[in-house]
């Protein structure tokens, strides 16, 4: 057998299929033994010794699609304010691709394939693009770990230019009666983004001490808020009414979950006959573009709505046709001119 002693200890040492193999142990007989086991498991396609064996499971765990994506959710996401969508998403992913499949086992044919499963199931493009966002961050971390040899193409989505949808006063009342018919605390919800703007994750975590009644206020903290600045929102006379005659829940005034609130509201937009393109988020637009509409200032919708940007203030504007025509008829007395007029 080649065993030799190294010091203290018996060096087994022999070659296989041209592979030299060598391992340290105490005694002799541990040599021996290792040696007619080591050479029993090469010839089974296994590796030389069960330790190293255990090494290798647990280093292919490693290179595992779901270990990759959930690693770089804790180091990247966990701690946004928009670690539950992410979350929400990381876990469709998983869904709908094998999430024990070998990171670089998904080539660029794998993405190809994947956005046309995604098509079939009417996923939007930017919806498409968000997934293969959080998927090309988990190929990159494994690609600077050297894990990946090289990076496939992401084949992201045209998306077409954003349409900003807000709602009509008829439009408001129809959505209004159909979530009353849901329940007292979705038409609250649904009242609330109408009249304050604020996005559906600031308003659910509303509690006793975001809702200031003697003073009529809506207060966010940044900590609370996409761009995390802090704002205040006067309450309208109807929201008064509508939360002095609601007692919160340990604190909260919505116990409902986001998952929730959108099964309700395509209750709600298929009730009425709405479509997959009116959201709720256009009741943010709504409340932004009915201020517009009525003459107050940019800076104070920026405020109100907590817009980093006033220029993001601007896309959120809007006029209606009536209201552009009657801005046009402004023209026609300026200067009269029908004398010249055929």
């Known amino acids: 057998m080649s065993i030799r002693v190294r010091g203290s200890s018996f060096q087994v040492d022999f070659v296989h299929d ?9 005694t002799r007989a541990d040599a021996e033994n290792y040696e007619i086991t080591a050479k029993a498991r090469l010839i089974k396609g296994l590796p030389p010794d069960q330790e190293q064996e255990q090494t290798e499971q647990q280093k292919s765990k490693w290179r595992c ?11 990247r996401w966990s701690k946004q304010k928009s670690w539950r969508s992410t979350k929400n998403r990381i876990n469709k992913i998983l ?20 956005v046309a499963q995604l098509e079939r199931h009417r996923n939007r493009p930017g919806t498409i693009n968000r997934k293969l966002s959080i998927l090309s961050a988990a190929l990159k971390h494994a690609y600077r770990r050297e894990e990946l040899q090289r990076m496939p193409h ?20 129809l959505i209004l009666t159909a979530a009353n018919d849901v329940s007292p605390e979705f038409f609250l919800l649904i009242m609330t983004l109408f009249d ?20 009529r206020m809506f207060v ?79 800076r104070r919708i920026q405020e109100l709505a907590g817009h ?22 402004t023209l026609e007395s300026c200067t009269d001119l029908q004398d010249l007029i055929p």
């Open 18 to 26: 041209g592979k030299r193999y060598r391992k340290n142990l105490p």
């Open 65 to 75: 699609l779901d270990v990759y994506l959930w690693t770089v959710y804790e180091q």
């Open 95 to 114: 869904h709908e691709l094998d999430g024990s499949m070998y990171i670089d086992d998904i080539t660029t044919d794998v993405l190809d394939k994947y």
């Open 154 to 173: 992401i084949p992201r989505q045209g998306e077409p230019p954003t349409r900003f949808r807000w709602y009509s006063e008829e439009e408001q009342r």
């Open 196 to 215: 304050t703007g604020m996005r559906i994750s600031e308003a659910l975590m509303l509690s006793d001490r975001h809702v200031l009644l003697d003073s």
């Open 220 to 298: 966010l903290s940044g900590a609370e808020t996409k761009n995390s600045s802090s704002r205040s929102i006067p309450m309208t006379d109807r929201l008064h009414r509508l939360y002095s005659q609601r007692q919160p829940h340990t604190g909260k005034y919505f116990s409902i979950s986001y998952d929730q609130v959108c099964k309700d509201w395509s209750s709600v937009r298929d009730r009425i006959g709405m479509g997959t393109g009116d959201t709720i988020h256009a009741m943010r637009h709504t409340f932004c573009s009915r201020l517009s509409q009525n003459g107050v200032d940019m």
């Open 308 to 329: 980093k940007d006033l220029a993001t203030t601007q896309r959120y504007t809007h006029l209606d046709s009536k209201t552009l025509k009657d801005d046009i008829g």
